[in-house]
């Protein structure tokens, strides 16, 4: 269908619900919202250009009754526009089609009185300044109908038509000195606002249809990754069953028949043992994973430094006989969802806590500090490291810069962290150098930044 050239036809359902639109329902709507919006400093233009005219010129003191019949059509139009313009929503949901004749007639209206003002002044006074002064407003008045209105062609067509051939009739018939130049120029400036009508019509209608067509790829897109995670979380928590029973058998068989076992078959029960685990381990995180674009986001104050310390604690617990070293940034506080930043913490601590295992003196630091004018906030060690070459594979699930048997893990936790972090409108990155340590840095948004320093720009080790 060719928008540019056809006269809208809403349905008759209500508007605002465009997901129970037909796609040529929904532009229609939209355009129809668009051109509501563009006119609405035209709903008082054409008032105050006609009570400046009526004032400064002797129009209304010579021709009294033919001025307040134009202003009395000038102000009709200006108020029902204005109710169109400001009562889009409602007005077009409830009456539809008769929208578009109550704003078009409006603005037919205030084009149809300026254009009798302004031909009439050729007629009253000839080419002297009134008749300059209304023709000119008549010409602004079209260069701004041509950005507001081109959205529908023919109405546009319509308006310019009406605007400008009673005056250059008038200036036919008049004959004056400047008769044929006024023609001329009004000619020249009528084909000049056709064109430039035609082409903004067409590019606003692509661009439209374009914004629909990212829209509908949106929407799609968000169902499959809906689809997909339901279907990775159903199919994970169903895997649990099946392997809790080849876990347990396997830690009895290595309890109980484990002496009557030779080395090889005991090793081979060990790795099931051990395997049944680190799937158990693997399902675990992508339940945690599917789960954090599902679960609800309840935003509140947060103390960050209070989950830090708290979950290093969790760790020193677990491995009693490690030293590592920690400094944490005090009273760092952020709005976000309470339980999601913890995961996140939690898993950036882990990374940390993991990758340190092979360093004499471990360390760990968390603080804030800025990015590009925004709070940033890190976690910082002195672990292993890797080749910076390789960041942007960190956060995909299942990417691992480190075999299994060097650090043990599933992959996982970045991932989740990243999501973590984009719920709360923020990114994750990471600054690293091979035994150099790591440091890994989040934004959350637009959060305060009175707890906000330096400290990462300050050498660490």
Known sequence: MNYASVWPAPSKRTCSD????????????????????????????YVIIFIIIAVMTPYFREHPWFMSVMGGLV???????????????????????????????AIFTQALAWSMISMMSINFYGWDWTTMV????????????????????????????????????????????????????FSAYLVYLLRNAKRL???YWTALRNAQLLDERARELEAKN?????????????LRSPLRSLDGFSRLLLEEAGDKLNSEEKDYLQRIYKAAQRMGQLIDDLLQLSRINRVSFTPQKVDLSTLVKTNFDKLREIEPSR???????????????????????Q???????????????????????????????????????????????????FQRLHGVDEFPGTGIGL?????????????????SKVDKGTTFYFTLGKPDLSQVNNSVNQPFF
């Open 18 to 45: 465009s997901e129970e639109m037909d796609d040529n329902t929904v532009l229609n709507f939209h355009a129809a919202r668009d051109v509501s919006q563009r006119s609405r400093a035209g709903t008082i233009y």
């Open 75 to 105: 102000v009709a139009g200006t108020v029902v526009r204005g109710v169109c313009v400001w009562l889009f929503e409602r007005t077009y949901s409830e009456i539809n089609n008769y929208w578009y004749i109550a704003f078009t007639t």
């Open 134 to 185: 209304a023709c000119l407003s008549a010409a602004a008045f079209s260069a701004g109908a041509i950005t507001s209105f081109s959205i529908y062609y023919r109405t546009t067509l319509a308006y310019l038509t009406i605007m400008f051939v009673p005056t250059l009739v008038m200036t036919v018939i008049v004959n004056t000195q400047y008769s044929l130049t006024a023609t001329f120029l």
């Open 201 to 203: 019509n067409a590019e």
């Open 226 to 238: 809906a689809e997909l995670e339901s279907f990775a979380y159903s199919v994970s928590h169903d």
């Open 323 to 345: 030293t590592v070293e920690i400094e944490i940034q005090p009273g760092i506080e952020v709005r976000g969802d309470a339980s999601l930043l913890e995961i996140a913490l």
């Open 347 to 397: 898993n950036l601590l882990n990374n940390s806590w993991k990758y340190t295992g092979k360093q004499k003196r471990p360390k760990i630091r968390f603080g804030s500090t800025t990015f590009n004018g925004e709070a940033a906030y890190y976690i910082k060690d002195n672990g292993v490291g890797f080749d910076t070459r390789y960041s942007e594979k960190l956060f995909g699930p």
């Open 415 to 431: 991932a989740t962290v990243k999501r973590i972090v984009n719920r709360h409108g923020g990114h994750v990155w990471a600054n």
